[in-house]
C-alpha cells in the first residue's frame, strides 16, 4: 500500500507579525497530516469513532529547524513509529515543498480508548484496524532523502 505525503499551504492566519507561521500551527498540521493518513488506509477518525473506539494524544513534541513563511507549502511524512495493542507512536517530518528544505519534526504518542473512555486492546477489539496500523510500522509517509546542510540550520 503506497501513501502520499499530507500538502498543506500555509494560510495568513497561520502566521505572525513577520509572516512566519506561529509556532502552535505545527502541532495542528501534524494533525491534518495523521487524520489524512488514516483515511489514505481506510480507517478514518470517524469510522473508527463510529466502531466504538478513540485515539487520543497522549503528548505532542516539535522541534523547529527552519522558519516556514506565508504561502509556502508544506510537505508532511507521517509514519508509524511504535504500536502496541494499547499505544501508539507517530513521527511526522516537514518539508518545504519547492526545495525539500527541513522545517519541523515532530512526535505525538497516542492510546486507544473505548466510546467509555477506558483504555482498550485494539487488538483485540479492532483487529482489522490494528493490522492496518500494524502495516503503517515504518512504511508511512515520511520519505527517507538525503540529509542536506540546511535541515540542520536553526531559524
Known sequence: MDFVPYRHKVQ????DGMRVVHHS?????????????MEQMG??????????FFIPVLSAS??????TRFGETLVIGVE?????????TIQYEMRDDATGSLRATGETHHC?????????????EAPEAFEYLRL??????TEKAEAKPEDTAKA
Do not use: H, W
Open 62 to 67: 516539535c522541534d523547529y529547524k527552519q522558519m
Open 25 to 37: 500551527n505545527y502541532i495542528r498540521f501534524m494533525e491534518e497530516a495523521r487524520c489524512d493518513l
Open 136 to 141: 503503517l510500522l515504518g512504511a508511512g509517509t
Open 12 to 15: 495568513y492566519y497561520e502566521t
Open 112 to 124: 486507544f480508548l473505548s466510546s467509555a473512555g477506558r483504555p482498550i486492546s485494539l487488538k483485540r
Open 43 to 52: 480507517y478514518s477518525y470517524s469510522r473508527l469513532e463510529s466502531m466504538g
Open 80 to 88: 508509524v513509529t511504535a504500536l502496541s495493542p494499547t499505544r501508539m
